[in-house]
């Protein structure tokens, strides 16, 4: 949970530059890559992270700009990167608006009496569990994948290092 504005700001901003590099890394044709039959595609995946996100937050009372929830995903990769650019970054500027206070606050979230910190939290929570299955499908469409809190296995082999498979 977080007690303060600007602890969220900080561990988001970081947050949210790693998923923009798995987001910049997308290419129109890795969109329909599924792990299976029935489930999310790197498209509708990466879309998710765009605007659903948002949804959490925006029961928390917090206003920023944001597709719509029913918004089908762009069938452009450059095009939902740059719109979670702009998400994120709008994000970013409600929430400096915030006071400390706001994050005692608490809220309905999906059944439950939340206060806001928590659900900021849990926000960035949500996002990292998703990025972790934007990586795994972007290894099956052959992408590179950026390290995220230490370096990828392709960023093991540019630095000259064999990375570790333990």
Known sequence: ?????????????????STQKLLDALTDESLAQAVGTGYR????????????????LQRTGLRFDAPAAGAEPPQSAAAIARAYRETTASLLGAAAAWSDDKLLETNDIYGQSWSNGLTLYLFIKHEIHHRGQLTVLMRQAGLPVAGMYGPSKQEWEAMGVPAPTR
């Open 41 to 56: 595609t790197i498209g509708m995946l990466a879309w998710h992270l765009v605007h659903n996100d948002a949804g959490m």
């Open 1 to 17: 949970m977080f007690a303060s504005v600007k602890a969220f700001i900080e561990d988001y901003r970081h947050e949210s530059q």
